[in-house]
């Protein structure tokens, strides 16, 4: 497993949220490849050290919707040799 990255920027998201009230905010939520559980049970119920309800509670975030984007390295890809010259 990759090592947790601390990307929550509270700060920044409180300064577009001023600038931009009108426009829907979504939080990307990326680095749950090995996660052992579903990637919407992450976002609604603690595990791991955060989700949804942490970033509203303790960073005043609120968001629209989310999104789990999941990458893995082009090793452990089955088909990696796909689109390859």
């Not at 990326?30 to 595990?47: A, F, I, N, V």
């Not at 999104?67 to 796909?82: E, S």
């Amino acid at each position: 497993m990759r090592p947790k990255k601390d990307t929550v920027m509270p700060h920044t998201f409180k300064q577009l949220r001023q600038s931009l009230h009108r426009v829907p905010f979504v939080a990307i939520v990326t680095g749950l490849e090995y996660y052992s559980e579903t990637m919407d049970q992450w976002w609604t119920r603690p595990s791991g050290g955060g989700n949804g309800r942490m970033l509203e509670e303790r960073h005043e975030m609120a968001f629209e919707d989310y999104v789990c984007v999941t990458t893995l390295p082009q090793t452990q890809v089955a088909c990696n040799k796909m689109g390859r010259a």
